[in-house]
């Protein structure tokens, strides 16, 4: 067993967000002995803590000696370099750290789980090793059973960090209103918590453990874009960020970039103007199908390495650019193959319909969203309207599917859309438009 030790902080001034991933990433490391290090933390922990007095390096080199640590992981920014270094030249470890804002580390591993992580923005050392992995999203999250987000709840979840440094959620309350529950997440440490506990009509949680239940069924989310937002994804939820620290600008400027509804700072008119098209036009419902072109390479290929995408494929192994670009390029001039894009009512890339003409009398379907395109009942929609593009090109055709057994979702998108299944074998499902439909 690694002794491995995390060092990082919870309270009041930095919120909960290092020590929530942190857990996340202890629980996918085997063979270790895990312990945690604060100088400041305010929730309980399943792992032994060493509660520090200061927040000077020292004291941390004669604790991992005490203790005999191998593994450090570092999640906290006010380690300098040169502390990284005194750490290195004190102690025989392994020196991890959590780094998302493109710092000088001198370690041997920085690990970033951002969903806009580049990789290009780090200046390493040449025996530093960059660890992007994919968002570190909670058990309960992966656990909770999804519901179609087509049946309207009325409910609306806020959760502008645990502490809540920006008192935002007494402002953001008033413009929630017109919905029929309004739930608040906060923590203990939360400044205002006597003040939310007297404002009436709102579900006041604290340090709630349901936080995967609440954003089931809710239809939209206000919160920051931090760690919550991969979250919040993850559950196909329509959500607004708004950012209230530097250190989510890498973040906000992914979701604006992806077009998703968030703000640079509070304001409440932008907020209700949001508020008001989430509610109304959560996704675009209008889509459009056009013939692939070169600007989807890099598009396809993000949508390609989608961890839910990569999962349900019939080969779940990360696929590298320059595979895929060769399947793209040599797809692309393949007259086998139909590549369709799908876009949204504002152009913005959706998704991918393509047909494998493998056969002289069939053409195998696929189709794949983004991940805030899922769990809209699109699907079914975009299979139907694929199938009418095929049949005025390809007249004769009959359409199959393939599909993993347990992708559930994508079996009733296609039942809905009038296949029916024909085979079974080795836990892949066959289908075909039904006669009703052809």
């Known amino acids: 067993m690694t002794k491995t030790l995390f060092r990082a902080d919870s309270g009041k001034s930095i919120g909960l967000g290092h020590i929530k991933r942190d857990l996340v990433y202890a629980g996918r490391l085997q063979d270790a002995e895990i312990s945690f290090a604060s100088f400041e933390n305010c929730i309980d922990l399943p792992y032994p803590l060493h509660t520090l007095v200061s927040e000077n390096v020292d004291e941390l080199v004669e604790l991992c000696k005490k203790e005999s640590i191998e593994h450090l992981i570092i999640d906290n920014y006010s380690f300098s370099y040169e502390d990284e270094k005194k750490l290195k030249k004190n102690l025989n470890i392994f020196l991890s750290v959590f780094d998302d804002t493109y710092q000088r580390h001198f370690c041997d591993e920085i690990i970033n789980h951002n969903i806009s992580a580049k990789a290009k923005k780090y200046n390493l050392e040449a025996f530093t090793k960059l660890s992007i992995i994919p968002p570190l999203i909670r058990k309960e999250f992966k656990d909770y059973p999804q519901r179609s987000r087509e049946r309207k709840t009325h409910e609306v979840m806020i959760s502008m960090g645990g502490v809540d440094s920006q008192n935002l959620s007494l402002d953001i309350i008033p413009l929630c209103k017109d919905f029929k529950t309004i739930h608040v997440l906060t923590n203990a440490n939360n400044a205002r918590l006597d003040k939310l506990k007297h404002i009436p009509n709102i579900k006041l949680h604290i340090d709630s453990n349901q936080v995967a239940k609440i954003m089931n069924q809710c239809d939209l989310a206000i919160l920051t874009p931090s760690v919550i937002v991969y979250e919040a994804l993850y559950m196909n939820l329509p959500f607004i960020a708004i950012k209230t620290v530097p250190n989510q600008d890498d973040i906000y400027q992914f979701l604006k970039a992806k077009s998703y509804s968030c703000l640079e700072e509070f304001n409440k008119n932008n907020l209700e103007e949001l508020i008001h098209k989430e509610v109304n036009y959560p996704l675009p419902f209008r889509f459009a199908i056009r013939k692939t072109q070169a600007e ?22 990360a696929i590298s650019l320059s595979a895929h670009t ?18 949204d009512s504002r152009g913005n890339f959706l998704g991918q319909l393509r047909f494998n003409l493998y056969t002289p009398s069939q053409a195998l379907i696929s189709i794949s969203l983004v991940s805030s395109a899922r769990g809209f009942s699109l699907s079914r929609n975009i299979i139907k309207k694929g199938t009418e593009v095929l049949s005025k090109i390809q007249k004769d055709r009959k359409v199959v599917a393939q599909i993993k057994e347990e992708n559930i979702a994508s079996i009733k998108s296609f039942e809905k859309a009038g296949f029916v299944k024909f085979k079974e074998e080795n836990k892949i499902l066959y289908y075909h438009l039904g006669e009703n439909h052809a």
């Open 296 to 317: 989807d390479l890099m598009p396809l290929f993000e949508l390609a390495n989608d961890p839910l995408v990569r999962s349900l494929s019939l080969q779940t192994e």
């Open 326 to 343: 060769k399947w793209f390029e040599k797809s692309m001039q393949d007259p086998k193959y139909l590549l369709f894009t799908l876009l």
